[in-house]
């Protein structure tokens, strides 16, 4: 059995069991975060605003492609940060600002680095909110008011509620879905959310973006939810231009391009700028006139190999770093719906099985998908989030 959280859910109720407990509230500067907090402060709820900033982006063409490459939460981090404080200001709140360097060079760049020199597809904004936006509003809420279970309130579009068998805390998605962050939060814990309050869940585009007017906030922060996720970093020319400059040249040495047959077709500046499934374009190589897809990468020789069918072409994908937000949930055999990016169409797949941590899919409906090594898979029932995990293999026909 499932029922909303009545906390903050309710004028009445929000006001009368707050009196004694301050919330902290993320301002990101943005509509979404000044809503949020407008709403908080107009039911009596005392607010503390705590701002994260993220590391400024270094002198020359380093710092110019990290700001290609990550172009709002780094390349506008002071625009944020005066934003957030005209928010604080206008709301009458105090406002906290943490800098984030030391944690963001710890906990994201090194994993996206990583990640890309693997030649895999790491969804940077689920890492930066899981691994470091997050755990630092939680830390800092608990620092600024001596309580362990300090509650934190954020923008994002997402509900939760409660299960009243077995204590978890569910994620839901937010009533407007071009404005759902559910994609992006389905890989906090349930104990985590059991300390977030995101009273932003519930509303429209249309009643968001009125209360946003009513509030005083600029219409350039009407943008979408999405919007600025879409904007960060993934396997592009860019990232990897960044990538280049970030890591010592021992990791990017030369080597070939060849068929399984050994005819050669190219050479390479380096493996990491290559990935299974990759599609090559005709300027790069000639395969008998037909598309050229990375079929094997073999980093031992150094290798990359080519064919001319995609091996991340299937219905049937192996999955790990499974997280299931209900620990006792079996749905072996069930149908989910699932997507692999936070706009994604909706697709339906069934659980075929769990084998040493890992899950095992198969797309409905005769499908057969372009996956990347890496990239996150996000399943649904009905509007509940129920399980996040990450693309490990494809999976052979049967």
Not at 252 to 278: C, E, W, Y
């Amino acid at each position: 059995m499932i029922h909303a959280d009545p906390t903050f859910s309710k004028k009445a109720q929000l006001a009368s069991s707050s009196q004694n407990e301050k919330v902290v509230m993320a301002l990101s500067g943005g509509m979404h975060s000044g809503v949020a907090a407008s709403l908080l402060k107009n039911q009596g709820v005392a607010l503390l605003g705590v701002h994260l900033v993220f590391p400024a982006p270094k002198s020359g063409s380093l710092g110019a492609l990290t700001q290609k490459v990550l172009p709002r939460c780094v390349g506008d981090s002071q625009k944020s940060l005066e934003r957030a404080q005209v928010q604080a200001k206008k709301l009458g709140i105090p406002l906290e600002v943490v800098h984030l360097d030391s944690v963001f060079e710890e906990r994201w760049t090194d994993r996206i680095l990583h990640e890309l020199l693997e030649s895999r597809f790491p969804n940077p904004c689920m890492i930066c909110k899981s691994n470091v936006l997050l755990p630092e509003l939680l830390t800092t809420a608990a620092r600024l008011t001596g309580r362990a279970d300090a509650r934190v309130a954020t923008g994002h579009c997402v509900r939760v509620s409660d299960d009243l068998q077995s204590g978890e805390r569910v994620l839901q998605v937010g009533v407007d879905p071009l404005r759902d962050h559910s994609f992006w939060l389905s890989r906090v814990s349930s104990v985590d959310l059991k300390r977030m309050v995101f009273p932003v869940g519930e509303l429209s585009s249309k009643l968001l973006i009125r209360l946003a007017q009513e509030s005083g906030l600029s219409a350039a922060d009407h943008d979408t939810a999405q919007g600025v996720e879409a904007q960060c970093v993934g396997r592009t020319k860019e990232s990897l231009d960044w990538v280049d400059q970030m890591i010592p040249a021992s990791l990017k040495r030369p080597g070939a391009v060849r068929t399984p047959g050994g005819t050669h077709i190219n050479s390479h500046d380096g493996m990491f700028r290559h990935h299974l499934g990759q599609k090559l374009i005709s300027a790069e190589v000639s395969l008998d006139k037909q598309d050229v897809f990375v079929i094997q990468m073999d980093r031992v020789k150094n290798l990359v190999l080519v064919g001319n069918t995609s091996p991340m072409m299937s219905s049937r994908w192996i999955l790990k770093k499974a997280l299931w937000r209900r620990p006792r949930m079996n749905p072996l055999g069930e149908v989910l719906a699932f997507r692999v990016q936070s706009r994604g169409d909706l697709l339906d797949a069934k659980l075929i099985g769990f084998e040493g941590g890992a899950v095992r899919m198969e797309i409905q409906g005769n499908k057969a998908l372009s996956a990347g090594v890496g990239q996150m898979v996000v399943f649904y029932q009905g509007d509940e989030v129920v399980l996040s995990a990450e693309i490990d293999q494809i999976a052979p026909a049967v």
